[in-house]
């Protein structure tokens, strides 16, 4: 049986950005009830979760957010992430709300290292700029910051590029996501074209890792299995089910993240001779459908 360490809760699909490959926005809608969101939080902890990870859409959208913070920290969630676009942060005094209702740490969805790359992936003019403004913001009201990098084809050069400035922000952990073509997403051609292919994707993150190794910073790779990493990547490596989240959405629909199709789940016939099979997250179907399977070799 898996150990239950973090709920996520995703109250609903709002976003102030309509990011290239995004299937989670919808402003129209479910939206997660007072009631839905004190049983999630409730069942969590009696399952044993102590961390709690606000997710959307995006979650500064609701007016509440303060208060579901509030709410998971009096149960006893020791940990409460905000997973945002940054946008709302910029704001005067929204970032010291979100440290007096008891967030512990805001991870910033950075998908670029310019406001060109970024402005342009996450399709809205202007919010690399109010993304920033909010990582100063969080910094100064003494709240840990995180980097969830969302990696294209077109911005994976700029990986290291993207460590460097989320150091220079001041945040310490570095999340690498790759792209997804799932759902809706599937069959628009757009969105395929920015899957990247990951042996394009493992040399920005060696140099990653290398630029950025007097800093020593927290760094996970996602969606990347170990076969295609070289040895000195494999302590990046994502482990779904070690890492014990529960996703709750709008409805009372919950699920194990170690399920989802965006941790992979498919396993090629030569995977059960690879070394690396007992924790492997195995491929995303969506991956294969654009790239094939070439690029894995099960590990002797």
């Known amino acids: 049986m898996r150990r239950l360490h973090w709920v996520e809760l995703t109250p609903d699909y709002r976003c102030n950005n309509r990011c290239i490959g995004c299937f989670a926005v919808q402003d129209d809608g479910p939206s997660m009830t007072d009631a839905e969101v004190v049983r999630a939080l409730q069942r969590g902890r009696a399952d044993g979760a102590d961390c709690l990870w606000l997710g959307g859409g995006e979650p500064t959208l609701r007016k509440d957010i303060f208060r579901i913070a509030a709410m998971g920290r009096r149960l006893g969630y020791a940990r409460v992430k905000l997973q945002t676009n940054g946008m709302m942060l910029a704001y005067p005094g929204y970032a010291r709300r979100c440290a007096d209702a008891g967030i512990t740490e805001v991870a910033l969805s950075m998908k670029g290292a310019s406001a060109a790359t970024h402005d342009r992936i996450a399709r809205t003019d202007g919010c690399f700029d109010l993304m920033a403004r ?119 629909h919950a699920f194990d993240l170690a399920d989802s199709p965006i941790e992979g789940g498919y396993f090629l016939p030569g995977c059960s001779q690879c070394r690396h099979r007992p924790r492997c997250n195995g491929l995303r179907r969506d991956y294969l459908a654009v790239h094939g399977e070439d690029e894995f070799r099960p590990v002797a």
Do not use: K, Y
Not at 173 to 192: G, I, P, T, Y
Not at 194 to 218: F, K
């Open 134 to 252: 909010g990582a100063e913001a969080v910094r100064e009201a003494g709240v840990a910051l995180e980097g969830d990098l969302l990696i294209t084809a077109s911005n994976a050069s700029e990986l290291p590029a993207m460590v460097s400035l989320g150091l220079s922000w001041g945040a310490r952990s570095f999340r690498v996501w790759l792209l997804s073509a799932v759902d809706q997403a599937r069959d628009d051609l757009a969105v395929r074209a920015e899957v990247p292919r990951m042996s394009d994707v493992v040399p920005a993150l060696l140099a990653a890792v290398e630029a950025s190794a007097d800093a020593r910073p927290e760094m996970v790779s996602l969606h990347t299995p170990a076969c295609v990493l070289p040895e000195a990547l494999h302590g990046a490596l994502f482990d779904a089910a070690g890492f014990g989240m529960r996703v709750v959405n709008p409805g009372g």
